[in-house]
């Protein structure tokens, strides 16, 4: 039976990850779908270095914690090594279990300054950011990457090897090239040769939406664990569900007021931070940010369109809340009925 693994100090069990995505993943997403259980190890949206060490504030809330929140990873991204072993003491002092290298971003705001996915073409550069990172911090770090930047030369086997070498305790591999972006299926096979090429722990990611899937992918990649992104997004359970099935635990599937509830309990995590930073008035951040989460969560779901366009309308915080309400209170809910998940490519999974 998998153990789960360890990373410095820290016990990642299960080994099932929540994956970092861009504009997604912050303090109060990860606070309240940790709640629901089944998380190993939760990593922020991705941080620029070079806004972080530049002192942009934007770049210093995304990497906020919870106190509760561990073990935890902080991922940045950048091309400037110095500037990215400075983030990195940055992360380690806010806290960070672990700090994260992303070569895994596809979007063409972070290659077009040749971070990212990017750094998958260019070995020598990664290598001097390990050695960087390495040199900075005392908590373990980790790198997460692609296949390649093409199919024509799937370079994460020798860079997993070369971060390895230099201290890297965990690697998490997508299964998709830069090129793919998100148009074709992952590929979870080639992370095998990734697998032959490492002995520190790997996580397989992409595409993995529930149990069959986590099983498939990590059959084919040999990984020792998953993570998981875009499915939460419309399934906030489906961490807790893939660990329950994979490792144990309690088969649970949510009721309407449980999927009412995760919305209220972020609605109230957003205003939390917002009132804190106070800069909220009169609550048009925290409205936007619930905006987006629904537009994920509610896709499928009958009269979810209409929710949707009627939320565009409110003006304060506690019309959205009678207005999700209403909508989980209709009779159709009460069944149990469950959303599909939607894999589509605008995803922001990096």
Same mark, same amino acid.
């Given at each position: 039976m998998n153990e789960g693994f360890q990373i410095g100090a820290h016990k990642i069990w299960p080994p099932v990850a929540l994956a970092p995505m861009e504009g997604v993943t912050d303090r109060p997403f990860r606070s309240v779908i940790r709640s629901l259980g089944g998380v190993g190890l939760t990593v922020t949206e991705f941080v620029s270095s070079e806004a972080m060490t530049r002192d942009v504030r934007d770049a210093w809330r995304m990497a906020e914690l919870d106190p509760g929140e561990h073990p935890v990873s902080i991922q940045i991204y950048g091309r400037d090594p110095e500037r990215m072993a400075q983030a990195a003491r940055f992360c380690q002092g806010l806290g960070a279990d672990i700090v994260d290298i992303n070569l895994g971003c596809p979007s063409k705001r972070v290659t077009s300054g040749c971070a990212g996915s990017a750094l998958m073409r260019e070995p020598e550069l990664a290598n001097e950011i390990f050695d960087a990172v390495a040199s900075a911090v005392t908590v373990p770090w980790?790198?997460?990457?692609?296949?390649?930047?093409?199919?024509?030369?799937?370079?994460?086997?020798?860079?997993?090897?070369?971060?390895? =070498?230099?201290?890297?305790?965990?690697?998490? @591999?997508?299964?998709?090239?830069?090129?793919?972006?998100?148009?074709?299926?992952?590929?979870?096979?080639?992370?095998?040769?990734?697998?032959?090429?490492?002995?520190?722990?790997?996580?397989?990611?992409?595409?993995?939406?529930?149990? =069959?899937?986590?099983?498939q992918?990590?059959?084919?990649?040999? #990984?020792?664990?998953?993570?998981?992104?875009? =499915? @939460?997004?419309?399934?906030?359970?489906?961490?807790?569900?893939?660990?329950?099935?994979?490792?144990?635990?309690?088969?649970?599937?949510?009721?309407?007021?449980?999927?009412?509830? +995760?919305? +209220?309990?972020?609605?109230?995590? @957003?205003?939390?931070?917002?009132?804190?930073?106070?800069?909220?008035?009169?609550?048009?951040?925290?409205? #936007?940010?619930?905006?987006?989460?629904?537009?994920? +969560?509610?896709?499928?779901?009958?009269?979810?369109?209409?929710?949707?366009?009627?939320?565009?309308?409110?003006?304060?915080?506690s019309e959205a809340r009678d207005m999700i309400g209403e909508f989980f209170a209709r009779s159709f809910f009460q069944g149990g009925h469950q959303p599909g998940v939607d894999l589509h490519p605008d995803s922001p999974e990096p």
């Open positions: 980790s790198v997460k990457m692609r296949l390649g930047w093409d199919h024509s030369d799937y370079t994460a086997p020798q860079i997993a090897a070369a971060a390895q =070498a230099r201290g890297a305790q965990l690697i998490t @591999v997508h299964g998709r090239t830069k090129s793919d972006a998100y148009r074709y299926p992952a590929r979870w096979a080639p992370i095998r040769q990734v697998r032959d090429a490492i002995s520190v722990p790997l996580l397989v990611n992409g595409d993995i939406v529930d149990a =069959a899937t986590a099983r992918a990590l059959a084919e990649s040999g #990984a020792d664990g998953v993570m998981i992104g875009r =499915a @939460v997004m419309s399934d906030p359970w489906a961490l807790r569900r893939v660990s329950a099935e994979l490792y144990g635990g309690e088969l649970w599937e949510p009721t309407a007021d449980d999927r009412k509830n +995760f919305l +209220f309990r972020y609605l109230d995590e @957003v205003e939390i931070d917002a009132e804190r930073e106070g800069r909220d008035e009169p609550g048009r951040r925290s409205l #936007a940010k619930l905006r987006k989460v629904i537009g994920y +969560f509610s896709r499928g779901m009958h009269g979810s369109a209409r929710l949707r366009a009627t939320l565009q309308s409110v003006d304060t915080t």
